[in-house]
């Protein structure tokens, strides 16, 4: 799978956001080991603490499913920018998959690729 078809899928549920409060959807397409893609979408929540990332959607979606391996996430926002995880996102990559590629974009779907060590250099692992 290319960059550009799992930026494509990760635009594709951004639709999907719940996104009542920021009115900022993301999505995101996570690629696994094996060739399967599961999607996230942010899901937000009166009580902030609550709210959940369209990546950790992916993730836990993709653990639930009985996937732990993982090669690249598609990250897709509305801002003027790139949309980049956040530093909780970072992290629970980093417990599956610390050599997975990110890859983010912009409105017009230009793309940057980086190595999680480069958005995390310090990332907690035991």
Do not use: W
């Not at 951004?14 to 979408?41: D, E, I, K, R, W």
């Not at 836990?60 to 530093?87: L, R």
């Amino acid at each position: 799978m290319t960059e550009q078809e799992l930026v494509k899928i990760a635009r594709q549920v951004q639709n999907n956001a719940y996104v009542p409060y920021s009115h900022f959807p993301v999505g995101a397409a996570l690629l696994t080991a094996g060739g399967n893609v599961y999607t996230g979408v942010n899901v937000e929540n009166s009580s902030y603490g609550l709210t959940v990332c369209a990546e950790r959607n992916a993730v836990f979606k993709a653990v639930s499913e009985g996937e732990t391996e993982f090669q690249a996430i598609a990250v897709a926002g509305n801002a003027e920018g790139f949309t980049f995880p956040c530093g909780a996102c970072l992290q629970v990559l980093a417990e599956f998959a610390p050599q997975i590629k990110i890859i983010v974009c912009d409105t017009q779907n230009q793309t940057k690729t980086f190595s999680l060590s480069e958005l995390l250099p310090q990332m907690f692992l035991l």
